[in-house]
């Protein structure tokens, strides 16, 4: 299986269980096990990259579990094979959204015209709650 051109996750790294869908569908339902859950040990994987890997298991998904193994159910089609192919599809969007690196934030400082403005404002507003205060109307 190829999720990128540059990374290539074998098929023996992969372990899919066909399970009952849940939810509505008759008895197709009740009988056919079309629901495919696809495992992907992120942790241990030997074709991925190191700073992949590392963005990977970083990141803060529900999908991942706490050894690094990816989990992703797919139950939104009537056939197996269009849920394992939708199960893969999802796979292949998770490697290749930590293909790039992030860019580093670049840290700049406040003008002295934003400065002005925004104290200017905060003059403003307690201004207005001043005013609001109770006087002595003797």
Do not use: C, Y
């Not at 509505?24 to 991925?48: I, M, Y």
């Not at 998904?61 to 999802?90: H, K, M, P, W």
């Amino acid at each position: 299986m190829s999720p990128t051109p540059s990374i290539e996750i074998p098929e023996n790294e992969l372990v899919e269980r066909f399970v009952r869908s849940a939810g509505p569908g008759g008895q197709n339902v009740n009988k056919v096990a079309t629901a495919v859950e696809l495992r992907f040990d992120v942790a241990n994987s030997p074709s991925l990259p190191e700073p992949v890997r590392e963005r990977l298991l970083a990141r803060r998904d529900r999908r991942l579990t706490g050894d690094g193994v990816l989990v992703i159910s797919a139950q939104r089609f009537r056939t197996q094979d269009r849920n394992r192919e939708d199960a893969r599809e999802r796979l292949h969007a998770f490697v290749e959204a930590s293909l790039q690196a992030p860019k580093k934030r670049v840290a700049t400082r406040p003008t002295r015209a934003s400065k002005e403005r925004r104290l200017d404002a905060k003059r403003g507003r307690s201004t207005i709650k001043k005013g609001r205060t109770a006087r002595d109307w003797d």
